[in-house]
């Protein structure tokens, strides 16, 4: 039973990150940031830690002019995770804290629908792979995927470029579908088993992912499963984004979550430092059902 980190994005922006710039420039330009919020989530008590390559690819950093430094940013953010975490594992090796290299969608349709080829977003996201494997990622995980070809072609690409565990997880609406129209068990059945693991990340309501789980624990029995809900919705209050879900919402669902079978339990958008640490409370001595039932 692993706990993972919670968002990035809306925690940087916090620290100082203006809206619109893309947070892997700070990999470059403010790496002690980078690798104090890491710390804060180790603090907090989680075991595994993402770095800050969500639109790590080619295909998103062409954006921002940085086309051309894809390895050089992907190798530098899984340095400096690897960094906090190496530090906080102690020599005794009673707590290990896992890296894993986040890679986000590439922002495109593929073809027919748009105007890229599989062939193209493979490239990208092995180019990205490449980058966090030699930077020293555990595993990678390929998130927020709302298209399968679009997955189907990044766990192609991470393939190609090392042989790290691959986790894919997808984001779905209040209907239990991704923006394309896929159900989470759909996801689980064509995922699995090309990948070690699949689940779900971002969303609407935490509560949700209950379910989420529990179709893709029936649809992929023996796939890891990952749940990373949002901390709710975000509202604008006196010119602060604020997010629906307290640390105390968080700590009450994540349970639910692992009794419905995931086996990794973490935070996307609006989650922090303070939900991460109830959450890791309330799954403490926890371990996960798929254990407890090959030992009945």
Partial sequence: MLVADGATGTMLQEM???????????????PDRIRALHQAYVEAGVDLILTCTFGGSRLRLASHDLADRVIEINRRAAQLARQVAASASPSNGTRTIFVGGDMGPTGHLLKPLGDISHDEVTAAYAEQATGLAEGGADLLIIETMSDLGEALAAIDGARRATDLPIICTFSFDTHG???????PETVAQEIWPRVEGVGANCGRDPAEYIDLVHAMRQAAPEAILWAKPNAGLPHLV???VEYDATPETMSQIAPHLRDSGAQVIGGCCGTTPAHLAAMAAALRGQRPVAAEKEEE
Avoid: S, V
């Fill in 16 to 30: 100082g990150l203006e809206a619109g710039t893309a947070p892997e420039i700070w990999i470059l330009e403010q």
């Fill in 177 to 183: 579908r991704t923006m394309m129209g896929l159900k």
């Fill in 238 to 240: 006196d010119d602060h």
